[in-house]
């Protein structure tokens, strides 16, 4: 776990390959499944996608401890919260 907070500088070559490797067989996966599975699954992953990108700036908006490159955006998200 305490991997996943580490910053993409922080990280070595192999790990940063390791860890996309490993999303990307995740997001493969999911695609599949939801595939499969059901026929308003194109519209259910980006959906999910997007509500829990949303949730996280608001998140950071509301909290702070955001990533530095997210700091514009979330300084907009949170100005319209104030």
């Known amino acids: 776990m305490s991997r996943m907070l580490e910053t993409p500088q922080s990280l070595t070559l192999p790990q940063i390959i390791e860890s996309s490797t490993l999303f990307l067989i995740l997001v493969l996966a999911l695609v599949l499944f939801f595939k499969s599975s059901s026929p308003l699954s194109k519209y259910f992953i980006p959906l999910v996608c997007i509500a829990a990108t949303l949730l996280r700036i608001l998140y950071w908006a509301q909290y ?13 998200v949170a100005s319209w919260l104030s």
């Open 64 to 76: 702070g401890n955001e990533p530095q490159f997210m700091t514009p955006l979330v300084s907009i």
